[in-house]
Nanobody
Framework: QVQLVESGGGLVQAGGSLRLSCAAS????????MGWFRQAPGKERDLVAA????????LYGDSVKGRFTISKDNAKNTVYLQMSSLKPEDTAVYYC???????????????????WGQGTQVTVSS
């Protein structure tokens, strides 16, 4: 069993920055991957970024490349999402997710992830 708790969401003006955190507990993550997804009203849940716990390899959605950075602290079992140059279209609920299968690659598909956090709202005003 895995528990994921997100924090750090809020309201920010366009061009600003936020950092999201996802604290994981309940299992050892040395060989698993973590992802950040987001979902706006009426839209699908899309990958924002993913990271491998063991290698640190990363994957980003096209819309956030160059603006967002995913990182991890293995000692704290925590994954971060640093968001910069935020745009109104980044407004969404952001979810942290854990992929327990050692696939050898980072998946962009939400259904590949086994556990999810409760989500944190990010609102970017224009």
């Amino acid at each position: 069993q895995v528990q994921l708790v997100e924090s750090g969401g809020g309201l920010v003006q366009a061009g600003g920055s936020l950092r999201l955190s996802c604290a994981a507990s309940g299992e050892t993550f040395s060989s698993y991957a973590m992802g950040w997804f987001r979902q706006a009203p009426g839209k699908e849940r899309d990958l924002v970024a993913a990271i491998s716990w063991s290698s640190g390899r990363t994957l980003y959605g096209d819309s956030v490349k160059g603006r967002f950075t995913i990182s991890k602290d293995n000692a704290k079992n925590t994954v971060y999402l640093q968001m910069s140059s935020l745009k109104p279209e980044d407004t969404a609920v952001y979810y942290c997710a854990a992929d327990l299968r050692n696939r050898g690659y980072l998946s962009q598909k939400f259904y590949a992830y086994d556990y999810w956090g409760q989500g944190t709202q990010v609102t970017v005003s224009s």
